[in-house]
């Protein structure tokens, strides 16, 4: 089965209806059907919690983690060795940090990584990019 990554942009691009959105709604069928299997970073969805709270408050915040945990995503906590495979990327590629850590997931568990942010242009050449816009 086919795995990828997703970006906290690439959730950010389905809760708000943005130009990409029917593209992760596409991914997110697919893993219901068992045909995908997504995987998220704690870091990363720590990312899509922070900045819905800061753009429409904690209630809204608080009911997107419970709309993300109704969706197939399996969450994968940040450890040591992912932690270190995130700095590698941030060394060569100078992605913005919390990014790094879905680019070294993807990495790690040979997976697609699914983003709308271009900043991820930078790593084509080492992971394939789902584009989501």
Known sequence: ????????????TFFQNRPGAEKVEQLIQLAFDGKR?????????????YSVWRDQGPGF???ILTQIAQLPIHLVP???ELARHAAEFKA??????????AAALAAARKASLATSDRD?????????????V
């Open 78 to 80: 940040a450890d040591v």
């Open 120 to 132: 991820f242009s930078h790593v084509e050449k080492k992971l394939h990019i789902v584009w989501t």
């Open 1 to 12: 089965m086919k795995r990828i990554v997703l970006d906290a942009s690439a959730l950010m």
């Open 61 to 63: 915040a608080r009911n």
């Open 92 to 101: 060569n590629f100078n992605l913005p940090y919390v990014d790094c850590f």
């Open 37 to 49: 299997e997504l995987l998220m970073c704690a870091v990363n969805w720590g990312e899509v919690y």
